[in-house]
């Protein structure tokens, strides 16, 4: 360790100045030039696609994430390194094909590769690596491929209604399934896209992303963690139909369909959020907030 006129400690890295500044200003304005029209239609799909609608705030949570290796950052940060120019170029030049192409998807996943190849060229490698996670972070922001999507919304949606049925018949709720179609009594409940749980599934791998990072303990058992929020976000969405039937023939089919569907969502959020904390606990580890406990 060395110490700077001013009193303060600093490592090898290169504490940034306001040169650094200005040269990571232009690339940001740069990249925004290049990407304008990408980041536009990204915005437009986050506000039009329920799917996505969570996409939004992945931005700020990336940012927060970077804020909070800062420090690592800085420790690691050289004058960068050559090898990361040609990642740079590949990442140009699938926006370019993507463009030519007319595929929006690809320019998302090029941007992500080309904030993580500037960083590695300006900064170098370690100073990347400090902060790897909020960088891949911003892929939860972008869309799936539209048949990805299809495919499994239409899997999920089978699944949900077959096992959403069955829960609400051991509960003694007379009913008959035809396809998407659950019949009862009270009326009948069609199990549209909006019910297969796809737009869940993807909002809670974002957030089991954040609680594996968050957590402390073995990198298989963070990994465990993260992985767990697609089964949970099923299970969630299963018992939503669930509800869905019961309310039904309890309450009837305008409340199942009216007020109760519009807050189930928040409901399956919290059952989600409970699970992750359980299989946690059941793994082992600790959030770091828990560490000086």
């Known amino acids: 360790m060395s110490t700077t006129e001013d009193g303060r400690q600093r490592g090898n890295g290169r504490m940034p100045g306001p040169a650094t500044g200005l040269v990571v ?17 990204l915005w437009l799909t986050w506000q039009t696609n329920a799917n996505y609608s969570h996409g939004m705030l992945i931005p700020p949570i990336a940012a927060f994430l970077f804020w909070v290796e800062r420090e690592r950052f800085r420790e690691r940060a050289t004058s960068g390194t050559p090898w990361a120019i040609p990642f740079v170029v590949a990442a140009l030049a699938v ?3 993507s463009i030519r192409a007319g595929v929006f998807m690809t320019q998302g996943y090029s941007l992500v590769l080309l904030v993580a190849a500037v960083i590695a060229l300006l900064f170098g490698g370690r100073a990347l690596r400090a902060v790897w996670f909020s960088v891949a972070y911003l892929v939860f922001m972008l869309p799936m491929p539209p048949l990805l999507m299809s495919a499994v919304s239409f899997r999920l949606k089978i699944f949900a209604a077959r096992a ?4 609400a018949i051991k509960l003694g709720i007379p009913l008959a399934r035809v396809g998407m179609t659950i019949h009862m009594p009270a009326g009948s409940l ?10 869940s599934l993807i909002a809670l ?7 594996g990072y968050f957590s402390r303990g073995p990198v298989w058992k963070r990994v465990a963690l993260f992985a767990s929020a697609l089964p949970i976000a099923v299970a969630a969405n299963i018992v939503r139909i669930m509800l869905l039937c019961v309310v039904a023939n309890v309450w009837g089919i305008e409340t199942a369909l009216g007020f109760f569907h519009d807050v189930s969502g928040v409901i399956i959020f919290v059952i989600a959020l409970i699970g992750l904390f359980i ?9 770091s907030s828990e560490e000086g406990e």
């Open 279 to 287: 299989v946690r606990r059941l793994l082992g580890i600790r959030g």
């Open 205 to 211: 791998l974002a957030l089991g992303a954040l609680f």
């Open 25 to 41: 200003g232009a690339v940001v304005v740069l990249v925004y030039l290049i990407y304008g029209d990408a980041l536009r239609t």
């Open 164 to 167: 959403g049925s069955a829960l």
């Open 190 to 199: 069609r199990i549209a896209d909006p019910c297969s749980g796809l737009r």
């Open 95 to 97: 926006h370019v094909l």
